[in-house]
């Protein structure tokens, strides 16, 4: 039997406020559970560098505070209590959530209203210089598991700007709440039940709407009377189809090529969105006593340390590895498959085939993580094969056998715009284009690269624009999309 294994998006973070109001409102709020089970454990594993010594951690709570010994006590850090450790951690994250909405103002979930001259010149930095410069290094470890590993970039590399979007002051607290009580609190990352499909699938039959997939679109005419996309189905049959309005929710830079009337503004703002490659494996290796819990991660692979220490240029990395049947099959007791399928995974999840020694549970099945830089492409075979070769190379320096390559994808992932561009203003620009030339620009190109943000986005939109068709009260009318979506809150703060 073949078995089915997400390489895709697979985790709801404790902030996401929209998809989770989307899964309470569609009857599925009970579907969140915890990857690993109730403990959840990490092999958190460090390498010996110029600032600390090989180690091992296994929650992000012990981790993230063996880095304020370091810092405290240098290299050679010895354990003080957790106690005292998580003071300056708690410090920090007032510190930095202050800073926060001094330099972005308080905006409700999805992005901040267009930051002044004066916000700039303290966010015109790398996301490492701003938090060196504002003395917050301490908080370096969880940003390397929020920012970077999330495959949002390096944070010697992303701007600033990026970087605060990602990390807000709510996903800090929630971060820190989550290891403070990691029972009771709100999990930070959680997996749903039939995955994120089982919402979309609930969507599509509540509403009734009529999802056609398998149609390459490749072109689309706009007039002023309507528009027209054109292209061709899964079947090799081409279709032509007619309507008042165009939805661009996919990287604007694959459908540019499409649009028969591509506008300057236009050209020049998806030009500018350039993604990094986050590259997903499946593979099969033996088991080994020093990976036994539900992911593997190396903090250092990413973390910015002494110049030329993180392996820059070398872009396929292997940060961490999950374990599948851990993460995922956890309440079997022999970790595999249950029987009649896995309610854990979205029934659409494809199947890839395993060995037998994978199929009697003999062989450990996992998926790999590498990310390459800002400006790489998953059309890049050469680094394709890069990933691939690096990938087997650093499992056997991890004294890992037994490794066979299933399956790998490399993904367009986290379009973002350079400093310069995003103090150009480039993601406002595309707001205020909304609804212009009959198109609406959606997706993780024009917001960022969660599905919480994507679907933020999307509601925002909608309810500006069609303020009527769900009975949403009318409180938006007056406000322009931009003050709308950069600066409105529930709470009434703009
Ligand atoms: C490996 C990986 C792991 C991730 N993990 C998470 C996670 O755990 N949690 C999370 O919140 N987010 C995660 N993400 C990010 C999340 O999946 C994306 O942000 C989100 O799916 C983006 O939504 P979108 O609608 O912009 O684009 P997509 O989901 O990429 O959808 C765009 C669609 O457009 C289609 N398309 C493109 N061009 C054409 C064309 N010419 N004609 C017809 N169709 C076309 C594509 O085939 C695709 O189906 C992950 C992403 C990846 C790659």
């Given at each position: 039997m073949d078995v089915p294994h997400e390489l895709g998006a697979v985790y709801a973070v404790a902030t996401f406020f929209v998809s989770k109001a989307l899964l309470a409102e569609y009857g599925l709020s009970a579907s969140q559970v915890l990857p690993g089970g109730p403990e959840g454990l990490a092999d958190i594993l460090l390498d010996e560098t110029s600032a600390h010594g090989e180690g091992r951690f296994s929650t992000l709570g012990d981790y993230t505070l063996s880095a304020v010994e370091e810092e405290w006590c240098g290299k050679d850090f010895c354990c003080l209590p957790n106690q005292l450790s998580a003071l300056p951690l708690l410090k920090a994250v007032k510190r930095y959530s202050e800073l926060h909405r001094q330099i972005l103002g308080r905006y409700a979930g999805l992005m901040p209203p267009r930051p002044t001259a004066a916000s700039w010149e303290r966010m015109s930095m790398s996301f490492s210089e701003f938090l060196a410069t504002n003395g917050l290094e301490t908080l370096t470890p969880q940003l390397d598991l929020l920012v970077t590993a999330n495959g949002y970039g390096y944070l010697d590399d992303v701007p600033a700007f990026y970087g605060l979007l990602v990390a807000t002051p709510e996903l800090l607290s929630a971060s820190i709440a989550s290891q403070q009580d990691p029972q009771g609190a709100e999990p930070l990352f959680a997996m749903l039940l039939g995955g994120f499909d089982a919402l979309w699938a609930r969507m599509v039959e509540q509403a009734g709407l009529d999802v056609r997939t398998g149609h390459a679109v490749t072109r689309i005419e706009r007039s002023e009377d309507g528009v027209t996309c054109s292209g061709t189905r899964a079947d090799g049959s081409t279709f032509n189809l007619e309507g008042s309005h165009v939805y661009l929710a996919c990287p604007f830079a694959t459908i540019a090529p499409s649009l028969?009337?591509?506008s300057p503004e236009e050209a020049a703002i998806f030009q500018k969105l350039k993604p990094s490659v986050l590259a997903t494996t499946l593979f099969e290796m033996d088991p080994s006593p020093a990976y036994q819990n539900r992911i593997a991660w190396w903090p250092d692979r990413i973390r910015p340390l002494?110049?030329?220490?993180?392996?820059?240029?070398?872009?396929?990395?292997?940060?961490a590895h999950r374990w599948n049947a851990k993460a995922v099959y956890w309440p079997q007791d022999d970790l595999g498959p249950p029987a009649g399928g896995n309610r854990f995974l979205d029934p659409g999840t494809e199947r890839v085939a395993t060995s037998d020694a994978a199929k009697r549970g003999e062989k450990q099945l996992r998926v790999g993580y590498q990310l390459a830089e800002r400006g790489a492409s998953q059309d890049d075979a050469a680094l394709r094969a890069q990933l691939k070769a690096e990938l087997v190379e650093q499992l056997a320096g991890q004294g890992i056998g037994g490794v066979q390559v299933l399956k790998q994808e490399a993904w367009d992932y986290s379009y973002r715009f350079s400093q310069k561009d995003l103090e150009a203003g480039l993601p406002w620009d595309i707001l205020t284009m909304q609804g212009a030339r009959r198109t609406f620009y959606l997706g993780a190109s024009a917001s960022f690269e969660t599905l919480n943000d994507v679907t933020n986005y999307n509601l925002t939109l909608e309810r500006h624009f069609f303020p009527d068709r769900d009975g949403t009260p009318l409180r938006h009318r007056g406000k322009s999309l931009c003050s709308l979506v950069c600066g409105y809150s529930d709470a009434g703060d703009v």
């Open positions: 028969a009337d591509l002494e110049p030329g220490e993180r392996p820059k240029g070398q872009p396929s990395v292997l940060y």
